[in-house]
C-alpha cells in the first residue's frame, strides 16, 4: 500500500502545477493538460523546496490548491463509497467528499520530494470518447523498475477532470472502496465520516 501511495504521489506532483500557468489558458486536450504540466510542477517544486520542506503545512495547502481544479473530488468519493453513495444523505455526502479530498491531500504531500528529481513521460493516450479517456505516464527511476500510471479522465462541463489513478494494474478508488465498505460496516456512514476527520486531524483512536 505504501508504494502505491507513493507511485500516486508522481501524478499529483505532474498535476498540480496547471494552476502555475497564471494567465495562459489551461488547454481542453486531457493529453496535452498533462505534457504541459509536468516541467511547471517540477520547476516549482525545486524553486520552492526550502519553504516546503521547511513548513509541511505550506506543502499541503499548495498541494490541495493546485490539484483541486483537475480532480473531481466528488465523482471520485462516488466511485469510492460505491453502493453506499444511495443511501448517503445530502450532508454526508458533503462530509465525506470534503474529507477524502483532505486525505489525498495530506497522504501524498509529505511524500512529493521523495519523486521531484524522477523522470515522468507522458505516453499517449488510450481511446477514449469526448466524454472519457485515459492518458498514460510511466515514470522512470535509477533505482527499481519503471511505473505504469493511468489517469482515467472525464470531460464534465467543458473541463477535463481525473477520476481514478490506477497504478500498475491497481485502482486508487477501488483500493478505497475496500477501506471505506469496511469503515460503513464496522461503524456505519458517519463513523467512517468521524474516522476520516480524526485520520486527516492526526488523531489516534484506541
Known amino acids: 500500500m505504501q508504494t502505491f501511495r507513493q507511485t500516486c504521489a508522481i501524478w499529483l ?4 502545477g496547471a494552476l502555475s500557468a497564471g494567465a495562459h489558458a489551461v488547454p481542453n486536450d486531457p493529453l496535452s493538460l498533462v505534457e504541459l504540466t509536468v516541467d511547471q510542477v517540477l520547476a516549482d517544486m525545486k524553486t520552492n523546496e526550502a519553504v516546503y520542506s521547511q513548513d509541511k503545512d505550506k506543502l499541503q495547502a499548495m498541494v490541495l490548491e493546485r490539484m483541486a481544479p483537475h480532480f473531481n473530488f466528488n465523482r471520485m468519493t462516488q466511485l469510492a463509497m ?5 443511501t448517503a444523505s445530502a450532508a454526508q455526502k458533503a462530509a465525506i467528499t470534503k474529507e477524502f479530498r483532505q486525505l489525498l491531500a495530506r497522504t501524498y504531500a509529505n511524500s512529493m520530494f521523495t519523486f521531484r528529481n524522477e523522470q515522468i513521460a507522458v505516453q499517449g493516450k488510450q481511446k477514449g470518447n469526448e466524454r472519457s479517456t485515459t492518458v498514460k505516464v510511466r515514470v522512470s527511476s535509477s533505482s527499481g523498475q519503471p511505473v505504469d500510471l493511468l489517469l482515467r479522465m472525464e470531460n464534465r462541463n467543458e473541463r477535463w477532470q481525473v477520476i481514478d489513478v ?15 465498505n469496511d469503515g460503513i460496516s464496522r461503524a456505519g456512514i458517519d463513523g467512517l465520516i468521524a474516522d476520516m476527520k480524526n485520520d486527516n486531524l492526526g488523531v489516534t483512536i484506541e
Do not use: A, E, Q
Open 13 to 16: 506532483v505532474v498535476l498540480m
Open 82 to 86: 460505491g453502493k453506499h453513495w444511495g
Open 166 to 180: 490506477v497504478v500498475d494494474g491497481i485502482s486508487l478508488v477501488i483500493t478505497y472502496r475496500g477501506t471505506f
